[in-house]
């Protein structure tokens, strides 16, 4: 029996208890307040572009065994930053890790990579069966508090999902065990996470995240400072939203740009709050072609959306840097990121793309790095390369800006690599 059959059958006399589970749940759930936006942050946009233009490019990953995919990117106090993101075989696999590296400031490198998470410790302490992970989520809270959520599957694909939660006192020293936050009465499933939280003036967290069984939508979850649920919000009434990336403009309005899922060649899609994440506006789309692919978005020092996306009608052969206004009418190219050197993205014959990649592969390593190279050029046959013909891929974009002002974005590059791209708001300017 199909999942639809089941449903058409079985809702009524389901219907009783759902209808008792929800009445209980509102009447033990105390009452709350929501709390504004926080805006709080070290840099001074109002202060002279006087440092020289930055571009900076990295890779953060160091294991090429590995799928790679997924990556988040958080900054700590004086300088450090943390990324963490997916390896396994394959996407979905049961081996599938969730690891972490640290950039130094001191030497300007990313450190080996850690596994912080399995799927045998999120078992053994949620107490349930879990088949695969994916998803990871870091960031540093006002309260000093470092934060990792990821998802979990214990039946089915990824709509079968939940999400699950550890903390850290120490800024990524030690973790917490993971718990799962309990954000539906069907049986907690089908919750998933992938953009940055934003966070409330007493604490709390909004953790934009989304649905993905019997339709497709975001919703914001509010989370209280010590990252219990207090409450969930439908952003859209849609079926091909995905996604959310959130940007606080003042204490109660923000955007969110949504990563469109549907059959059809689609556009981002955009909905607005202006009570803090407590409601949103109808879906509507927005300049940029999005080929159902993940984007990511941070204010900048103008007053302007950085988006950074796949803006393309199909594949994710180039990503870019774009601007936008507040009011998403208007959209300008910023740069090109990375991008494969066939216009159309089609599959580029081997001996011509050896040469491109090693070069890259170059322009994207620091010293420890680089040492990689002769080994990642025997293993493209099945990673970006199949019969003679290989791709370019860059997806999965985060971007964050931290507390000297710079923006961090952070990529999968090529299935094999986390990138880091660093840049400052002197390079900004420059690019007009």
């Known amino acids: 029996m199909t999942i639809d059959a089941w449903f058409k059958r079985y809702r009524w006399p389901c219907l009783p208890p759902v209808v008792v589970l929800f009445g209980l749940t509102w009447w033990l759930n105390p009452s709350y307040e929501m709390a504004d936006f926080s805006l709080s942050h070290a840099w001074d946009d109002a202060a002279p572009i006087s440092a020289e233009p930055v571009f900076e490019r990295r890779f953060v990953s160091s294991d090429m065994d590995d799928f790679v995919h997924s990556s988040s990117i958080t900054a700590l106090p004086g300088g450090d930053l943390l990324s963490v ?6 996407e979905g696999a049961a081996d599938v890790q969730i690891r972490l590296a640290r950039f130094d400031a001191a030497t300007g490198e990313w450190g080996d990579e850690q596994v912080v998470a399995t799927r045998e410790m999120t078992r053994e302490a949620v107490g349930k069966p879990i088949r695969k992970l994916g998803n990871p989520v870091i960031a540093f809270a006002p309260d000093q508090r470092l934060w990792l959520f990821y998802v979990s599957v214990s039946l089915g694909g990824w709509a079968g999902s939940a999400i699950n939660t550890m903390v850290s006192d120490d800024q990524g020293v030690s973790w917490s065990e993971p718990r799962q936050l309990v954000t539906s009465p069907f049986i907690n499933i089908s919750t998933l996470v992938r953009s940055a939280p934003v966070f409330h003036q007493d604490g709390s967290i909004g953790l934009p995240v989304y649905h993905e069984f019997l339709g497709k939508f975001p919703e914001y979850l509010y989370l209280d400072a010590n990252g219990y649920v207090v409450d969930k919000f439908r952003m859209v009434d849609g ?60 204010r900048s020092h103008r007053d302007t959306l950085l988006v950074a996306q796949n803006n393309l ?73 199949s019969r003679g013909l290989c791709n370019f891929d860059y997806e999965y974009p985060y971007l964050i800006r931290s507390d000297d002002g710079r923006f961090h974005m952070v990529y999968s590059w090529n299935n094999s690599f986390i990138k880091h791209v660093t840049f400052n708001r002197a390079w900004l300017e420059a690019q007009q």
Request: aromatic share 8%.
């Open 85 to 90: 993101w997916f390896a396994g075989t394959r």
């Open 239 to 298: 079926t091909h939203s995905l996604q959310p990336t959130i940007v606080p403009l003042d204490e109660k309005r923000a955007i969110a740009l949504l990563r469109y899922a549907g059959e059809e060649e689609g556009h981002v899609l955009a909905t607005l709050t202006d009570d803090a994440g407590q409601s949103w506006s109808d879906e509507f789309a927005v300049a940029p072609w999005n080929p159902n692919s993940s984007l990511a978005a941070v």
């Open 313 to 385: 009608t199909d594949g994710r052969f180039r990503l870019t840097l774009d601007e936008a206004s507040f009011s998403l009418s208007s959209w300008s190219l910023v740069d090109t990121v990375d991008e494969s050197t066939d216009a159309e993205g089609d599959p580029i014959p081997l001996e011509q793309y050896v040469p491109i990649l090693r070069d890259k592969f170059l322009n994207a390593s620091g010293p420890v790095r680089q040492a990689l190279l002769d080994e990642y050029m025997q293993m493209m046959e099945g990673r970006v390369c």
